[in-house]
């Protein structure tokens, strides 16, 4: 069942995806609706096992797109690309504790040759990435997290969906302490969406060229400062452990800049120490792990700030209840 209402400025979406399904909902619908609603914020209710990927990538990118807000409750369930639509909202709400979200790899039927076959597999995996990038960004998780997650069939309660960042708030459960607690999972992730986490241009080349001398001379780090070059090469985002890991390495081993052959010129160079230190970004990665880690201080410094006044903000109600109990 498709039902759209511009006097309510809401939309009912009831049912699978796609214009092939008998009493289908697919994305011509809802642009006709969305065009009708002219930009107002507007509430779309959600329950849908699934359907057409393409049709619901559509719709996805017609929510993204339209200029009013957009909250989307998922009533009971949004399963498969009906999930991937829910991403599109601005504010996303399961309706109470028991409805959930259900992701997992695309699937089809197919008919052919060999060749055929591989094919619809290349287009299937292409699809399967996108669609994990989808829930990436909505989550602030990596692409690589989903892609393993949607191998099965993957339910989440609306708790498990809220922790996971999937989505914004079940309703009913803004006062709970339950509700308290996913909010803090979901705040401790986001406090560094601020920092970047990418390694600059000049921690990616040393690294590189800590790999090239490891592999010339023979000597110099660990297999952990191999892996760490690689990623740093390759500019893969560290991640906050890895940056304090970085900033510990650099502070233990200042002492071997002093040794023998870490300097050009020297007897022995480039020694094993200058090696590992180049495997690990060299100044260059010193100074970037030195300023991410100072970030995330002092991010955790204003989380805890906000924590304190808003525990005192509870006390001062929960005596002003007492205070009015008291009166009354």
Same mark, same amino acid.
């Given at each position: 069942?498709?039902?759209?209402?511009?006097?309510?400025?809401?939309?009912?979406?009831?049912?699978?995806?796609?214009?092939?399904?008998?009493?289908?909902?697919?994305? *011509?619908?809802?642009?006709?609706?969305?065009?009708?609603?002219?930009?107002?914020?507007?509430?779309?209710?959600?329950?849908?096992?699934?359907?057409? *990927?393409?049709?619901?990538?559509?719709?996805?990118?017609?929510?993204?797109?339209?200029?009013?807000?957009?909250?989307?409750?998922?009533?009971?369930?949004?399963? #498969?690309?009906?999930?991937?639509?829910?991403?599109?909202?601005?504010?996303? *709400?399961?309706?109470?504790?028991? #409805?959930?979200?259900?992701?997992?790899?695309?699937?089809?039927?197919?008919?052919?040759?060999?060749?055929?076959?591989?094919?619809?597999?290349?287009?299937?995996?292409?699809?399967?990435?996108?669609?994990?990038?989808?829930?990436?960004?909505?989550?602030?998780?990596?692409?690589?997290?989903?892609?393993?997650?949607?191998?099965?069939?993957?339910?989440?309660?609306? #708790?498990?969906?809220?922790?996971?960042?999937?989505?914004?708030?079940?309703?009913?459960?803004?006062?709970?302490?339950?509700?308290?607690?996913?909010?803090?999972?979901?705040?401790?992730?986001?406090?560094?969406?601020?920092?970047?986490?990418?390694?600059?241009?000049?921690?990616?080349?040393?690294?590189?060229?800590?790999?090239?001398?490891?592999?010339?001379?023979?000597?110099?780090?660990?297999?952990?400062?191999?892996?760490?070059?690689?990623?740093?090469?390759?500019?893969?985002?560290?991640?906050?452990?890895?940056?304090?890991?970085?900033?510990?390495?650099?502070?233990?081993?200042?002492?071997?800049?002093?040794?023998?052959?870490?300097?050009?010129?020297?007897?022995?160079?480039? #020694?094993?120490?200058?090696?590992?230190?180049?495997?690990?970004?060299?100044?260059?990665?010193?100074?970037?792990?030195?300023?991410?880690?100072?970030?995330?201080?002092?991010?955790?410094?204003?989380?805890?700030?906000?924590?304190?006044?808003?525990?005192?903000?509870?006390?001062?109600?929960?005596?002003?209840?007492?205070?009015?109990?008291?009166?009354?």
């Amino acid at each position: 069942m498709f039902d759209a209402d511009k006097d309510l400025r809401m939309m009912r979406v009831y049912g699978n995806i796609g214009s092939y399904f008998d009493n289908g909902i697919s994305d *011509v619908d809802v642009m006709k609706a969305l065009d009708m609603f002219g930009g107002d914020d507007i509430d779309i209710y959600m329950k849908s096992d699934g359907g057409d *990927v393409f049709e619901g990538i559509s719709i996805y990118n017609q929510l993204k797109k339209y200029p009013g807000k957009v909250k989307v409750t998922v009533d009971s369930i949004a399963a #498969s690309i009906s999930s991937v639509i829910a991403m599109g909202a601005d504010e996303l *709400v399961m309706d109470g504790e028991h #409805s959930m979200l259900m992701i997992h790899n695309p699937w089809t039927a197919a008919v052919g040759d060999a060749k055929e076959f591989r094919s619809v597999a290349e287009l299937l995996d292409k699809i399967g990435g996108e669609i994990a990038s989808i829930y990436a960004k909505k989550s602030r998780k990596d692409k690589e997290y989903f892609l393993n997650v949607m191998k099965e069939d993957k339910y989440y309660t609306a #708790s498990e969906a809220l922790a996971e960042g999937l989505v914004d708030s079940i309703s009913g459960y803004e006062d709970t302490e339950e509700m308290e607690v996913y909010e803090e999972v979901i705040f401790a992730a986001a406090k560094y969406d601020h920092i970047d986490f990418s390694p600059p241009e000049g921690v990616r080349k040393a690294a590189a060229k800590g790999l090239e001398m490891r592999e010339e001379y023979g000597r110099g780090g660990t297999e952990v400062g191999v892996a760490r070059a690689r990623d740093l090469k390759n500019g893969k985002n560290v991640s906050p452990d890895t940056a304090k890991r970085m900033k510990s390495y650099f502070a233990r081993h200042e002492v071997d800049k002093q040794a023998e052959g870490f300097s050009p010129g020297e007897e022995g160079y480039p #020694s094993a120490g200058k090696i590992a230190w180049m495997l690990w970004g060299s100044d260059a990665g010193k100074a970037f792990a030195n300023k991410i880690v100072d970030q995330m201080d002092a991010a955790d410094a204003k989380k805890a700030k906000a924590a304190t006044l808003a525990s005192f903000a509870k006390r001062r109600d929960a005596q002003d209840r007492l205070n009015r109990a008291k009166l009354s």
